[in-house]
């Protein structure tokens, strides 16, 4: 089956608006407010690179790592329920097997999405089992 590669075309410069394209998948992000010759430009580059982005666009990624903390490490309770929610266990299951209400573990859940830069356990699982520890 062919990959589907995706540009978001946007008059939309918001952060949040291209950081998520690009967090969902995107390979590239153009703004709508560049002159034609320019927007033909960048997706003959996607098609040559299999990437492309607006200068501005460009800078804004740049501008975010550079003031971007250090990765935030998981506590060893938070580490202990990642563990499980890469197991495919319900806040339910992990609940009872840690011996803590149900509220404790989604509150551990919204730490472990945040500092791990996911929004759901699809993206948690996408991030695989890869070690997440400092």
Do not use: C, W
């Amino acid at each position: 089956m062919p990959q589907v590669e995706v540009v978001i075309l946007t008059l939309n410069e918001g952060d949040d608006n291209l950081f998520e394209s690009f967090r969902v998948g995107a390979s590239g992000f153009l703004l709508k407010t560049a002159d034609s010759e320019t927007i033909v430009k960048r997706l003959r580059e996607f098609v040559d690179e299999g990437t492309t982005m607006s200068m501005g666009v460009a800078r804004k990624v740049i501008d975010y790592f550079h003031t971007q903390q250090p990765a935030e490490p998981l506590t060893s309770r938070e580490q202990e329920v990642l563990a499980h929610l890469l197991q495919g266990e319900t806040n339910e299951q992990i609940s009872s097997k840690l011996n803590v209400d149900i509220s404790t573990i989604k509150f551990h859940n919204k730490n472990i999405f945040r500092k791990m830069h996911v929004s759901n356990r699809i993206e948690l699982m996408r991030k695989g089992n890869q070690s997440y520890s400092h």
